[in-house]
């Protein structure tokens, strides 16, 4: 894990709190050669929701909001001084980071 700085103004993602966006970046690489498209969630019983609450995460995963478009494509982002996958770019060119340590302004 390298300490680099991604970008200088990003929003917190009101659902998961790992997660942020951000319009502009630097030391960021998009892999365009590949391309992720998320399913729709199927809905599941109350028993199905309790036990996901029961197991802990041990890695923060990214995860699209329930107002995004069902049909939205995305491209990895990596940082370009480690290779980590640290962020999701999406069609409106928004970048959609995880896995990333916040600092304070």
Do not use: W
């Not at 969630?41 to 802990?56: D, F, M, N």
């Amino acid at each position: 894990m390298c300490l680099t700085q991604l970008c200088f103004d990003c929003q917190r993602h009101e659902l998961y709190t790992h997660q942020y966006r951000a319009m502009f970046v630097e030391h960021c690489r998009t892999i365009e050669t590949e391309v992720l498209r998320f399913a729709k969630e199927a809905k599941r019983g109350k028993q199905a929701k309790a036990s996901e609450l029961s197991i802990p995460s041990s890695e923060p995963e990214f995860k699209p909001s329930p107002d995004d478009e069902p049909d939205a494509l995305y491209h990895p982002v990596v940082c370009e001084i480690c290779n980590t996958k640290v962020a999701l770019i999406d069609g409106d060119e928004v970048y959609h980071f995880f896995n990333v340590i916040p600092s304070p302004v």
